[in-house]
């Protein structure tokens, strides 16, 4: 099963240490997924109660499909998240190839910078986000939550690529200038598809992170952006409502769909 | 040797311009307004006023606060160490013994994260409770022959942290395993090393990257969560994160919890600095 | 050396472009109007739009509340939500604007008309004012309704296992006593709980008196080695219900829920003193629409909508008129209709200015410790 264009050799699980490592692995995954079966368990409660099971219902669907405000938080949660996503993979992966390959005045600063949006604590990002915007007369909205998801974002991603960036052999983008491709080229057609799972991986932890953000995006939204995790924690008070469970569910459910359908898309030869 | 080089050109400017706008309007300035608080003054009702009163930095210097400082290093430090552990033999299985399925397994391992921590955190306390799973297996298995208390103790804390932060460890991983080129381990073995030897001599040294990507990425917010010691500790943990949350909104004290947020971003940048410049910052850029 | 100049520009025109895409559709959006429920700018003269931007705790309407509004006034209502009121006080501080009707608890109140950000309210507009119960109007923290109107109301008290312990006496004791170890949960909040160890003491619960509130740490020091931990009240009802807890700390609305759906449970207010709380309706200084802001804290004062509230979030109406209507099975719970004489020992909670951070401190020590 060689090939001969380098890459990882798939070579089956027919040895006993790849069978412990397939063990393993299932036991993580075991550890992921285990509070995901409670919570859908519990979508299925007869009463209003995530923790004590008392009898088989359906009713929290029903409300589900009635009440258009948690729909609306997922819809904004979404939007949110994509495009806070894309703007700050995009500049994630620009400043992760410009830290790892150049070095300059200032990059200490520039590491150190990146390194600290990463440390703040959410509360003093949002106050002081929130108190920017007031006085910068931005108005508070969608808008004001994508620019402060993409703000904590950014340096997840570049951390990210640059761990891929690392060690990275430059002959074949080299060899590809030498038979005259252009700079755009090259990074189209060489570069990015070496560092994509680089870039794909930093782009999945930052809709992770937008997605289920609740400090900052308390802070900075405007009225009517409700976002899911804003919907969701502000309910620690009075009670969570298994609608959520319902929801989750829901999405959970159409995620996995939706990837197993895009399976074929997604699943690439060992050649690829 | 690459193509980056030394000093400023216009390249490097284009690449950093749009992390300067963004970081520099949307991250610093807002800093500069924190940096401000810190010296500034705490209205009794919160609010702020200006001014210069280093004294907030001081207050920093009580053993209550020291003591919670020192126990969100710890662990901070613990979780990193277990989501390294347990992280890296799953996204080693991913990058190399998945076959076509990587991609899929990958996004399996996001999508949990992708429903809210609250709910999560909320079946954990269900399955580790008295009655629950953990406790009836437990005691299926004549382990035990009562219900331990599992939920809401400091080891429930690690667990629930590694569980929230297992992702940050494995995706940088597996960025950096998955370009790895298996020519050199399958020539490793060709020269006699066995598969343990190939590991430690050579996948994981030219791994280092993703480990140092996701320990930074794992360490870093580690020591600002606040809501999983809540949740799943009872609230017996206090870790910095709950701190500074608490000057902000219950003491309403702007001031100090500014003091404190700029103190830790000092530390914990200037730890991952040193860490990276001393250990990292040759395997990190090396071509 | 043509090469890197070559490739120092691709590089620089991509992020070039992507910098110049990002930032011009931001600044364009930015400076537009993004919600639906924005209105047409500023108070003073001309009708307002009908439109009402609502902040408020979340499953805290019940599911009539706001479409009956809506049908009634034809305004389109807009809630969104906080989780503590502490987080809408520093929204609000911050300058986050554009809220017309805000639910803060009663401190807040008081600290929200000290810090002058709390619009006056005209009472002529709100006729149904005079449904409010005498016991839920001029309470301390407003003496004279001048800037809210009580929500809903409600008493901290203890949920616990009769059919474990037996019927208990209306004291704190239960909740330091060492044969419940581990079976005790209090609240997370640092004027409940160390108020707690206060009312055991016999003091106020907004003492400033030093010696006192150092009674009251040791007191909660005791305390700690026989707690599971401190919780919401959300949390401590599944596990009363559920017997990983015993006893918990936990507001009444949280009891009432637990008990309508157990036998088991009973539901105790302490001597000598427990908490009374009070949510209200007030309109923060600024709001676009103060005229809808009156109609809709009206409504909720109205018989009907006043009933439908408390029946969905079982907290206590101050709304007399909506008694009637209050689901009879509620009223039969223990803790919920109160005798004068236990009204007699309430507290409210009030705001103590400075001294808010030893409480902090204090709470904090306790919970590190």
Same mark, same amino acid.
């Given at each position: 099963?060689?090939?001969?264009?380098?890459?990882?050799?798939?070579?089956?699980?027919?040895?006993?240490?790849?069978?412990?490592?397939?063990?393993?692995?299932?036991?993580?995954?075991?550890?992921?997924?285990?509070?995901?079966?409670?919570?859908?368990?519990?979508?299925?409660?007869?009463?209003?109660?995530?923790?004590?099971?008392?009898?088989?219902?359906?009713?929290?669907? #029903?409300?589900?499909?009635?009440?258009?405000?948690?729909?609306?938080?997922?819809?904004?949660?979404?939007?949110?998240?994509?495009?806070?996503?894309?703007?700050?993979?995009?500049?994630?992966?620009?400043? =992760?190839?410009?830290?790892?390959?150049?070095?300059?005045?200032?990059?200490?600063?520039?590491?150190?910078?990146?390194?600290?949006?990463?440390?703040?604590?959410?509360?003093?990002?949002?106050?002081?986000?929130?108190?920017?915007?007031?006085?910068?007369?931005?108005?508070?909205?969608?808008?004001?939550?994508?620019?402060?998801?993409?703000?904590?974002?950014?340096?997840?991603?570049?951390?990210?690529?640059?761990?891929?960036?690392? #060690?990275?052999?430059?002959?074949?983008?080299?060899? =590809?200038?030498?038979?005259?491709?252009?700079?755009?080229?090259?990074?189209?057609?060489?570069?990015?598809?070496?560092?994509?799972?680089?870039?794909?991986?930093?782009?999945?932890?930052?809709?992770?992170?937008?997605?289920?953000?609740?400090?900052?995006?308390?802070?900075?939204?405007?009225?009517?952006?409700?976002?899911?995790?804003?919907?969701?924690?502000?309910?620690?008070?009075?009670?969570?409502?298994?609608?959520?469970?319902?929801?989750?569910?829901?999405?959970?459910?159409?995620?996995?769909?939706?990837?197993?359908?895009?399976?074929?898309?997604?699943?690439?030869?060992?050649?690829? | 040797?690459?193509?980056?080089?030394?000093?400023?050109?216009?390249?490097?400017?284009?690449?950093?311009?749009?992390?300067?706008?963004?970081?520099?309007?949307?991250?610093?300035?807002?800093?500069?307004?924190?940096?401000?608080?810190?010296?500034?003054?705490?209205?009794?009702?919160?609010?702020?006023?200006?001014?210069?009163?280093?004294?907030?930095?001081?207050?920093?210097?009580?053993?209550?606060?020291?003591?919670?400082?020192? %126990?969100?290093?710890?662990?901070?430090?613990?979780?990193?160490?277990?989501?390294?552990?347990?992280?890296?033999?799953?996204?080693?299985?991913?990058?190399?013994?998945?076959?076509?399925?990587?991609?899929?397994?990958?996004?399996?391992?996001?999508?949990?994260?992708?429903?809210?921590?609250?709910?999560?955190?909320?079946?954990?306390?269900?399955?580790?409770?008295?009655?629950?799973?953990?406790?009836?297996?437990?005691?299926?298995?004549?382990?035990?022959?009562?219900?331990?208390?599992?939920?809401?103790?400091?080891?429930?804390?690690?667990?629930?942290?590694?569980?929230?932060?297992?992702?940050?460890?494995?995706?940088?991983?597996?960025?950096?395993?998955?370009?790895?080129?298996?020519?050199?381990?399958?020539?490793?073995?060709?020269?006699?090393?066995?598969?343990?030897?190939?590991?430690?001599?050579?996948?994981?040294?030219?791994?280092?990257?993703?480990?140092?990507?996701?320990?930074?990425?794992?360490?870093?917010?580690?020591?600002?969560?606040?809501?999983?010691?809540?949740?799943?500790?009872?609230? %017996?943990?206090?870790?910095?994160?709950?701190?500074?949350?608490?000057?902000?909104?219950?003491?309403?004290?702007?001031?100090?919890?500014?003091?404190?947020?700029?103190?830790?971003?000092?530390?914990?940048?200037?730890?991952?600095?040193?860490?990276? %410049?001393?250990?990292?910052?040759?395997?990190?850029?090396?071509? | 050396?043509?090469?890197?100049?070559?490739?120092?520009?691709?590089?620089?025109?991509?992020?070039?472009?992507?910098?110049?895409?990002?930032?011009?559709?931001?600044?364009?959006?930015?400076?537009?109007?993004?919600?639906?429920?924005?209105?047409?700018?500023?108070?003073?003269?001309?009708? $307002? $739009?009908?439109?009402?931007?609502?902040?408020?705790?979340?499953?805290?309407?019940?599911?009539?509340?706001?479409?009956?509004?809506?049908?009634?006034?034809?305004?389109?209502?807009?809630?969104?939500?906080?989780?503590?009121?502490?987080?809408?006080?520093?929204?609000?501080?911050?300058?986050?604007?554009?809220?017309?009707?805000?639910?803060?608890?009663?401190?807040?109140?008081?600290?929200?008309?000290?810090?002058?950000?709390?619009?006056?309210?005209?009472?002529?507009?709100?006729?149904?004012?005079?449904?409010?119960?005498?016991?839920?109007?001029?309470?301390?923290?407003?003496?004279?309704?001048?800037?809210?109107?009580?929500?809903?109301?409600?008493?901290?008290?203890?949920?616990?296992?009769?059919?474990?312990?037996?019927?208990?006496?209306?004291?704190?004791?239960?909740?330091?006593?060492?044969?419940?170890?581990?079976?005790?949960?209090?609240?997370?909040?640092?004027?409940?709980?160390?108020?707690?160890?206060?009312?055991?003491?016999?003091?106020?619960?907004?003492?400033?008196?030093?010696?006192?509130?150092?009674?009251?740490? &040791?007191?909660?020091?005791?305390?700690?080695?026989?707690?599971?931990?401190?919780?919401?009240?959300?949390?401590?009802?599944?596990?009363?219900?559920?017997?990983?807890?015993?006893?918990?700390?936990?507001?009444?609305?949280?009891?009432?829920?637990?008990?309508?759906?157990?036998?088991?449970?009973?539901?105790?207010?302490?001597?000598?003193?427990?908490?009374?709380?009070?949510?209200?309706?007030?309109?923060?200084?600024?709001?676009?629409?103060?005229?809808?802001?009156?109609?809709?804290?009206?409504?909720?004062?109205?018989?009907?909508?006043?009933?439908?509230?408390?029946?969905?979030?079982?907290?206590?109406?101050?709304?007399? &008129?909506?008694?009637?209507?209050?689901?009879?099975?509620?009223?039969?719970?223990?803790?919920?209709?109160?005798?004068?004489?236990?009204?007699?020992?309430?507290?409210?909670?009030?705001?103590?200015?400075? &001294?808010?951070?030893?409480?902090?401190?204090?709470?904090?020590?306790?919970?590190?410790?």
């Amino acid at each position: 099963m060689a090939n001969t264009k380098g890459g990882p050799v798939y070579t089956g699980l027919r040895k006993i240490p790849d069978r412990v490592l397939l063990l393993f692995a299932g036991l993580i995954y075991l550890f992921l997924y285990a509070p995901i079966m409670v919570l859908i368990f519990f979508s299925f409660n007869s009463t209003k109660n995530t923790q004590v099971w008392t009898g088989f219902s359906t009713q929290w669907y #029903g409300e589900l499909i009635r009440d258009t405000s948690v729909f609306n938080a997922l819809k904004l949660s979404l939007t949110v998240g994509l495009t806070a996503t894309a703007i700050a993979t995009v500049i994630g992966t620009l400043t =992760a190839l410009a830290l790892s390959r150049y070095d300059f005045r200032g990059k200490t600063f520039a590491d150190s910078a990146i390194y600290a949006a990463t440390v703040m604590p959410e509360i003093v990002v949002g106050v002081s986000l929130l108190v920017f915007f007031v006085a910068a007369t931005i108005e508070l909205g969608i808008v004001t939550i994508i620019i402060a998801h993409v703000a904590f974002c950014i340096s997840f991603v570049t951390i990210v690529v640059r761990a891929r960036l690392a #060690g990275m052999d430059r002959s074949v983008e080299e060899a =590809a200038q030498d038979l005259g491709a252009t700079p755009v080229q090259t990074f189209l057609r060489v570069t990015l598809p070496l560092i994509l799972p680089g870039v794909m991986a930093g782009a999945l932890l930052a809709f992770t992170l937008s997605f289920d953000d609740f400090v900052i995006t308390f802070f900075v939204a405007g009225v009517g952006s409700s976002t899911l995790p804003l919907q969701i924690y502000s309910m620690i008070k009075f009670g969570v409502s298994p609608v959520i469970n319902a929801l989750s569910t829901v999405v959970m459910i159409s995620t996995m769909v939706l990837i197993l359908g895009g399976s074929r898309f997604l699943s690439r030869g060992e050649n690829a | 040797m690459g193509k980056g080089g030394r000093g400023w050109s216009l390249g490097l400017a284009g690449l950093l311009s749009p992390v300067t706008i963004w970081l520099g309007l949307f991250f610093l300035i807002p800093l500069l307004f924190i940096l401000a608080y810190s010296f500034g003054k705490s209205g009794v009702y919160g609010g702020i006023t200006l001014g210069f009163y280093p004294s907030n930095y001081l207050k920093v210097f009580n053993p209550l606060y020291l003591e919670i400082i020192v %126990r969100t290093f710890v662990i901070a430090l613990t979780n990193t160490f277990l989501c390294l552990v347990l992280g890296y033999p799953l996204a080693y299985f991913i990058a190399f013994k998945s076959g076509r399925h990587k991609n899929i397994l990958i996004l399996l391992v996001m999508i949990p994260f992708w429903t809210s921590l609250l709910l999560r955190a909320y079946a954990w306390v269900v399955i580790l409770g008295g009655n629950g799973i953990a406790n009836r297996t437990l005691q299926f298995l004549h382990i035990t022959d009562h219900p331990l208390d599992l939920i809401f103790t400091p080891q429930a804390v690690i667990m629930g942290m590694v569980y929230s932060y297992l992702p940050f460890m494995i995706l940088p991983l597996y960025a950096a395993l998955e370009k790895f080129d298996s020519r050199l381990k399958e020539a490793a073995q060709d020269l006699g090393a066995s598969r343990w030897q190939t590991f430690w001599r050579v996948t994981f040294p030219l791994s280092m990257p993703g480990v140092i990507a996701g320990s930074i990425l794992v360490f870093i917010p580690s020591a600002g969560e606040f809501v999983i010691p809540n949740l799943l500790g009872g609230a %017996r943990i206090v870790m910095v994160g709950n701190l500074i949350q608490q000057q902000f909104l219950e003491a309403r004290d702007w001031a100090f919890g500014s003091a404190l947020a700029v103190m830790l971003a000092v530390l914990l940048v200037g730890a991952i600095m040193f860490y990276v %410049r001393r250990v990292g910052s040759e395997k990190l850029e090396e071509v | 050396m043509s090469r890197e100049k070559r490739i120092s520009r691709g590089d620089f025109l991509r992020a070039m472009g992507a910098g110049a895409v990002a930032g011009s559709t931001l600044s364009v959006l930015a400076c537009q109007p993004n919600t639906t429920a924005q209105s047409s700018g500023g108070g003073g003269g001309g009708p $307002e $739009e009908k439109v009402l931007n609502l902040y408020n705790w979340n499953e805290y309407v019940a599911k009539s509340t706001i479409p009956n509004f809506e049908k009634q006034t034809g305004i389109k209502v807009t809630q969104d939500f906080y989780s503590s009121n502490e987080e809408l006080l520093a929204k609000l501080q911050a300058g986050g604007t554009g809220y017309d009707v805000i639910v803060p608890s009663d401190y807040m109140i008081s600290i929200m008309i000290k810090s002058d950000i709390l619009e006056p309210l005209d009472m002529s507009k709100i006729p149904n004012f005079k449904n409010v119960g005498d016991n839920y109007k001029g309470l301390p923290y407003d003496p004279h309704n001048e800037y809210s109107v009580p929500y809903q109301w409600g008493t901290t008290g203890i949920l616990y296992n009769k059919k474990k312990l037996g019927k208990l006496g209306p004291t704190w004791e239960p909740m330091w006593d060492p044969d419940y170890k581990r079976k005790i949960g209090m609240l997370n909040d640092p004027r409940e709980t160390p108020g707690a160890a206060l009312y055991k003491l016999g003091y106020s619960v907004n003492t400033t008196d030093q010696e006192q509130l150092d009674e009251a740490e &040791a007191e909660l020091e005791k305390q700690k080695p026989l707690l599971r931990g401190y919780f919401d009240s959300t949390q401590n009802r599944p596990l009363v219900i559920n017997g990983d807890l015993w006893l918990g700390h936990v507001f009444s609305g949280d009891a009432f829920l637990a008990l309508s759906s157990n036998e088991d449970l009973d539901y105790l207010i302490p001597k000598p003193g427990a908490t009374r709380w009070t949510d209200n309706m007030a309109i923060p200084k600024g709001a676009e629409h103060p005229d809808n802001a009156v109609k809709f804290i009206n409504y909720i004062l109205g018989a009907k909508a006043g009933a439908a509230l408390s029946n969905y979030t079982y907290y206590n109406t101050p709304n007399e &008129a909506a008694l009637p209507m209050i689901d009879p099975a509620l009223k039969k719970l223990p803790g919920y209709t109160l005798d004068p004489s236990v009204f007699e020992r309430l507290q409210v909670i009030e705001d103590v200015g400075k &001294a808010t951070r030893e409480y902090a401190d204090l709470f904090t020590a306790v919970k590190s410790s």
